[in-house]
């Protein structure tokens, strides 16, 4: 049985569709008490006064923490660092007395009843020394400044564009996005004999939030345990450890008692976000399609004691064929909470103004938006000049064109109808890396046929359970049913954060790796019965299958790996390794993509319906077509979310998120979201890794808004460029 | 390490916490008696005092469906329900959906469609589903995204639990 490339159902699915799959905020304890958040109603200066009298006067409210009374933390920024924390100072919850964002978390009340906790926090008074506060990108445009050097500029690209043929230049706008998982973001610790914790968290990296809240508390990690089996939903923003769980472990810490704290819905807005973002490009071309320059520069904002800051620009500089090109990245600081990683972080911005400048350029070329792409096709990384591992994104135009019939377009906006509705059709090229990360693994295969397969890896939605199923049990040739899967513990083998769209070409290389070492065993042992048919093999010579050793050369020559291992007195065999990838720098690794895109437009009310959706993807090769399907699908409802419907609406005067909800803060529900089909490009690779996994996760998401944008333009012949078109845009 | 000192608290006369109320639940067709407080949700009730988690907390306002029951047969956001308005009312949860083990076709459906992924909502899009069928409104594709819209999916499965419900449709339509 083969069940790498199927469409396997997930493992967990059954626990899912039952409810029976328990997340962090459902974890309890005998002596379990509920926590509630009291959050800065200004954004910039210090807490002058707390009084918790009021609150703690209410029955069954146990304590108020602040930070006044709070246990001991670091006083070191190494205290609070985590493997993905930017540049600066990170945010210490209830630390001092200093506000540095609105909606920052100052105390917590802890009661024997959640409702007693939430009713307590109302009641807790505070007075603030307010100093003026700046949350405006627009306003701190010109204080903008580099971060990093950006990379080496291609030639001269003022030159080129002075001397171009045709020119295209505008700006483009991203505001600032929430992730808003459909859990809230939650932890449960226990507080056990001796003082030890198990953090029951909402996250996307147990072993990351367990050196974090070791650091914090200057806790041996033998005595924190982080969990995180099953995860509702994160995207991004459980890569970092969340203010939650160190106010969880506050409370448990103080009242030696069982903590739980969720999250509200608005409070969730004081978490990371897509940081609203300016992108200038600019690309010169000669009458034929090539282009001579492109110049992408976009100023972010950031935090005042982080800088955030990822690639917008160099996709630019990578993707299309182009002898100058120029590229910067600056950031602004404002007075609101550091930005955080959200579905191809940077590419999803980035790509969005270069796709749409692409589509610019093509109207005023007079080209069809897909031959434009073709003639500024490039073979090789443009940044570092090396060739793909693999690029198959011709066959993406290819296939996705034709499964959409985009040859039935007519160029001219305006010049496609169906009854009132104005058609629009728009495409856009998507890119994205294919990054990979040491991972441990341990494998335990028992006589009976059993195989348990665990990392410290999470899984949030994205399918990681039923992939590690996958390859583990063709690479051990057992029948998926009898192999476990373990993972979301921070007990368990080295994983790093789950993010990137890294997650599952590491975790299976970490499990044929492993799985060989095994193999070896099982061959030494069945090697040693007598008159083995197996005699004289080498470990490359046989395979694991159908729960036997079997010669490559001849299927006949087999061991049932029961016998080999009874023969040798061996009930289980553990391995367990850590996996490293080789380094090669003679290749650039990335995934690629073709999104088109139909929407129709009402002329008299301007509302706009994205009715069609084709995603052609080149991501190597497709662990389970099923979930991963699912994961281009899903980023395509972000793209069309990010397009037409996502906008963080901040009230300046006083620094605050006005629409802190999932109602006004408007992601894509059901009726928005019509036909999307995925297409999988072959794309065979050898030189990425052995399997030739290259991860979905981001992939799908990113040039999704520009084909939207671009087919509105189609539609309507008015370009959108700040995010999203909402209808007053159109009308207006 | 940074240790605040100042743990004096002044208490003033205490603010009691609201009587309770004993109210009957019928939760799954079991009779389920407990003493609530007037402020306690059917949702926090089912999830903090029956630990019934599969019915999911997502934004406590009734704006994202995650916490769909049915009662009566109907689908109900049980995050504005206060738990004593339902005295004496049949609920059924995700939990009580599949009997003796065996899916409902909903569940299967969704399984077989891979219509979710985190799995947060699924209980509520499954419940909410299963009064959807019980209406019989929804006819066709369309009907059938609208009527749904009140069940958000972060993960964007939309398409997959459109065709999910279809198949469920087709399975108990073919069956009564």
Same mark, same amino acid.
């Given at each position: ?21 328990? %997340? ?52 070191? +920024?190494?205290? %609070?660092? =985590?493997?993905? !924390? ?9 630390? =001092?007395? /200093? ?43 010109? /204080? ?18 002075? !001397? ?7 700006? %483009? ?56 089996? #099953? ?6 923003? &459980? ?81 299309? /064929? ?18 955080? +990683? ?16 692409? =589509?610019?350029?093509?109207? !005023? ?142 975790? *299976? ?20 019965? $007598? ?49 490293? #990838? ?70 300046? *005067? ?29 794309? $065979? ?17 990113? @040039? ?8 509105? %333009? ?19 | ?71 009566? @047969? ?12 339902? =005295? ?13 083990? !065996? ?32 209406? &019989? ?19 964007? *499965? ?19």
């Amino acid at each position: 049985m083969t069940y790498i490339g199927t469409p396997t159902p997930r493992v967990d699915g059954r626990a899912k569709v039952t409810g029976s799959a328990q %997340y962090a905020g459902e974890f309890t304890a005998p002596d379990l008490v509920y926590g509630s958040v009291v959050t800065s109603t200004i954004a910039k200066g210090r807490i002058a006064r707390i009084d918790a009298s009021q609150a703690l006067a209410v029955e069954g409210v146990l304590d108020v923490l602040t930070h006044e009374n709070r246990p001991k933390m670091a006083s070191g +920024d190494k205290g %609070y660092n =985590d493997e993905v !924390a930017p540049t600066g100072s990170p945010f210490r919850p209830l630390f =001092d007395d /200093k506000i540095k964002f609105n909606g920052q978390p100052i105390a917590l009340v802890l009661a024997e009843e959640w409702e007693i906790s939430r009713f307590a926090a109302t009641l807790v008074q505070v007075d603030y020394d307010a100093e003026t506060h700046s949350t405006d990108l627009h306003t701190r445009i010109d /204080k903008a400044y580099m971060v990093e050097k950006p990379d080496k500029p291609r030639g001269n690209a003022a030159k080129a564009h002075a !001397a171009a043929a045709v020119r295209h230049e505008a700006e %483009y706008y991203i505001p600032i996005e929430h992730h808003n998982p459909m859990e809230l973001f939650a932890s449960t610790v226990t507080w056990n004999d001796g003082g030890k914790l198990t953090v029951f968290d909402k996250t996307q990296g147990v072993q990351n939030v367990q050196r974090y809240i070791c650091g914090i508390f200057g806790l041996k990690p033998d005595d924190v345990r982080v969990m995180s089996p #099953f995860v509702g939903g994160a995207f991004g923003s &459980g890569l970092r450890p969340q203010y939650q769980v160190v106010l969880a472990v506050q409370g448990a810490l103080q009242l030696k008692r069982a903590v739980r704290l969720v999250l509200t819905r608005d409070q969730m807005y004081g978490l990371g976000y897509r940081p609203a973002t300016i992108e200038r490009v600019a690309i010169a071309a000669r009458n034929d399609g090539t282009l001579d320059a492109i110049t992408h520069e976009a100023i972010a904002m950031t935090s005042q004691y982080e800088e955030f800051s990822r690639n917008d620009t160099s996709w630019s500089a990578l993707l299309y /064929k182009s002898a100058n090109a120029k590229y910067e990245h600056k950031l602004a600081r404002l007075d609101v909470p550091t930005p955080s +990683d959200m579905r191809a972080p940077g590419a999803a911005t980035g790509v969005y103004a270069l796709e749409c400048a692409m =589509d610019e350029l093509a109207v !005023a070329l007079k080209l069809d938006p897909v031959e434009l792409r073709l003639r500024c096709y490039s073979d090789r990384d443009q940044n570092n000049d090396l060739p793909y591992t693999s690029k198959q994104l011709k066959e993406c135009y290819r296939k996705g064109a034709e499964a959409f019939g985009w040859a039935k377009r007519t160029p001219e906006p305006r010049s496609m109808r169906d009854g009132t509705d104005l058609v629009g059709w728009g495409m856009a090229t998507g890119v994205w890396e294919a990054l990979q990360m040491p991972m441990g693994n341990r494998i335990v295969l028992t006589a009976n046929g059993h195989a348990e397969v665990s990392c410290a890896t999470s899984d949030i939605g994205t399918g990681t359970y039923t992939i590690m199923a996958q390859v583990a049990s063709d690479a051990l040739g057992l029948p998926i049913d009898n192999v476990t899967v373990k993972l979301g513990d921070s007990s368990l083998p080295h994983s790093q954060v789950e993010g990137g769209s890294w997650t599952a070409a590491s975790v *299976a290389y970490a499990i044929t790796t492993t799985a060989d070492e095994i193999r070896r065993e099982l061959l030494a042992l069945a090697q040693k019965m $007598p008159g083995s048919p197996l005699a004289g093999l080498k470990h490359d010579d046989v395979v694991l299958s159908d729960g036997m050793i079997v010669a490559k050369a001849a299927a006949s020559r087999s061991v049932p790996l029961a016998d080999a291992m009874r023969h040798g007195g061996v009930e289980r065999i553990e391995r367990e390794k850590l996996s490293e #990838f080789k380094e090669d720098n003679k290749h650039a690794r990335n995934t690629h993509s073709a999104i088109f895109v139909e929407v129709k437009v009402d002329e008299q009310l301007g509302v706009i319906r994205v009715t069609r959706a084709v995603n052609a993807v080149a991501a190597g090769r497709i662990i389970n077509t099923k979930t991963a399907a699912s994961q281009i699908m899903g980023s395509v409802v972000w793209g069309i979310g990010m397009a037409l419907h996502e906008e963080t609406l901040v009230d300046h *005067a006083f620094g605050r998120v006005m629409n802190a909800n999932i109602a006004e803060y408007h992601v894509p529900v059901n009726a928005d979201v019509h036909d999307i089909k995925v297409i999988f490009v072959e794309e $065979p690779d050898s030189t990425v890794n052995p399997l030739g996994i290259k991860g979905v996760g981001e992939i799908g998401i990113v @040039g999704v808004a520009a084909a939207v944008a671009n087919a509105v %333009y189609h539609a309507t012949g008015k370009r959108v460029r700040d995010l999203p078109i909402t209808i007053d845009k159109i009308l207006g | 390490m940074d240790d605040p000192t100042s743990r004096s608290r002044f208490r003033p006369e205490a603010t009691s916490k609201p009587r309770e109320i004993s109210v009957t639940l019928h939760v799954n067709g079991e009779q389920r008696t407990l003493a609530v407080a007037p402020w306690t949700t059917l949702l926090d009730a089912l999830r903090d005092r029956l630990h019934l988690n599969g019915t999911k907390k997502g934004c406590d306002h009734g704006q994202c469906g995650a916490c769909t029951v049915l009662i009566e @047969g109907r689908r109900v956001n049980a995050c504005l329900t206060l738990a004593v308005m339902k =005295d004496g009312a049949h609920i059924t949860t995700i939990e009580g959906l599949s009997a003796d083990g !065996a899916l409902h076709p909903l569940q299967q459906a969704f399984i077989d469609h891979d219509a979710f992924q985190c799995g947060y909502c699924t209980p509520g899009q499954i419940c909410s589903a299963a009064g959807l069928l019980a209406e &019989g409104k929804a006819k066709t594709a369309d009907e059938i995204r609208e009527l749904m819209s009140g069940n958000i999916c972060r993960c964007g *499965a939309y398409p997959n639990i459109v065709a999910a419900i279809q198949q469920a449709m087709g399975a108990m339509g073919s069956k009564s």
